[in-house]
Each structure stands twice: as C-alpha cells, then as structure tokens.
C-alpha cells in the first residue's frame, strides 16, 4: 500500500514519531491513522518502561485556581531542568492541575489506597450484586470490573482525562515520556475548596471547573 507523504506527516506531527517509524507503522496499519498512533503508542511505552527506572528529580510546581474558590498545586517532575522548561511539559502540568480542580481525585495511584478501603468497597459491592440477584459464582467478576470504576473514581493517574475521554492520565504521562525521551512522573497534588469540611449550602464547583473548560 503507497503511503503519501501527507499521512506520513500528519501522524509525525500528531506522535512526534520519526518519519520512518511513522512510515512503518502506517503501512502495518494499512494507512489508518489511529491504529498507527496506536502501534507509535506501543512501542513508545515499552521505552518509557525502560525510563521509569531513571531520576526524574528535576520539574515544576504548577498551579491553578478557579475563581477563587477551588486551588490546585501538582508537582510534575522530569530528569532535565529543560525539559522542565518545554511548552508540551508545560501544558501537561497545567492539564493535570485542572483534572484535579475538575474532577477532585483522592489519591495519585491505586497503590496509595488503604487497603481496609479497598476491601471495604469490595464488600459493599459485594453486598449490592447479592442484593440484585446475581449468582454468587458471577459475583466476583462483577466486584473485579466495578472496582475499577471505583479506582477510576479516587485515582488520578485512572481517571479518564477531562479533555480527553479516550485518554487516562497514564496514558497522557506515558505518551509524553515517550515522545519527549525522559521520565515524566506526577509526583503529588493538594486540593483546596473554600468551606471543605464546614457545613455549608450546597454547590458543585467541581462540575462548574469542568463545565468552564468545555467539559
């Protein structure tokens, strides 16, 4: 199959991928551009498996507070001070500060939930298929696919991106290591929400973020 140039240049500009493993892949994937971003994808994420284990101790503390009333602080890190100070870098700092402000995560990644919690909701969602009939032999299955909606839920790096709805964070992380060369990692966030913890009438100011950036 002739691949055009036009193709090929798109999907470079679309992965930041060479023009020969752009070829590469648009000719495995028989000119479907999706499916080579997909291909670029794979083959970028098994590097960035290689650079998980390097330093990433350089970065940036990124902001972002929406009217005055909910304010975000995440730490982004990266192994150079300048890639620290690229524009794609950049930007994905400020996207991760507004999911937080948007979406209001509870922890960074699964592996930060206690693990009374998770077997806490493992036994309510226990409870809950039981209460709607199911077979107890298809209970378990059902526990391990509403799990990772509860994941999706308080998890960041398992939330689907507010922008995004095809993405995770992991993935935008993934995606970025890969086409940048080096080790990107969300280190930490804080939120803070005016009256969180007091009684209070009620607003949501979460869907307010979301609905504001055309969400």
């Known amino acids: 199959m002739k691949i055009s140039a036009a193709l090929v240049k798109e999907l470079r500009d679309k992965s930041g991928a060479g023009m020969m493993d752009a070829k590469k892949a648009l000719v495995e994937s028989e000119g479907n551009i999706d499916k080579a971003m997909d291909l670029l994808r794979e ?88 209460n709607e009939g199911k077979p107890e032999h298809i209970v378990e299955k059902m526990i391990v696919g509403r799990m990772e ?7 960041l790096m398992d939330q689907k991106f507010i922008k995004d709805g095809d993405k995770k964070i992991i993935d ?16 930490r966030f804080v939120r803070f929400e005016v009256g969180e ?15 504001q950036i055309g969400q």
Do not use: W
């Open 149 to 155: 909606k509860f994941f999706e839920e308080i998890c």
């Open 43 to 130: 083959k970028g994420l098994a590097s960035v498996a290689k650079k998980s284990g390097r330093i990433a101790s350089e970065g940036i503390v990124e902001s972002y507070v929406h009217g005055g009333r909910i304010g975000v602080l995440v730490e982004i890190n990266s192994e150079t001070d300048f890639v620290a100070k690229n524009e794609e870098f950049q930007q994905f700092a400020k996207d991760i500060a507004m999911q937080v402000a948007a979406v209001n995560p509870k922890y960074l990644n699964r592996d930060e939930v206690p693990a009374d919690e998770v077997e806490h909701e493992k036994e309510i969602l226990k409870e809950q298929a039981l």
């Open 197 to 211: 913890g007091l009684e209070k009438r009620e607003e949501d100011f979460a869907a307010e973020v979301a609905k």
């Open 172 to 187: 935008l992380q993934n995606d970025l290591a890969a086409k940048i060369g080096e080790n990107i990692k969300i280190r």
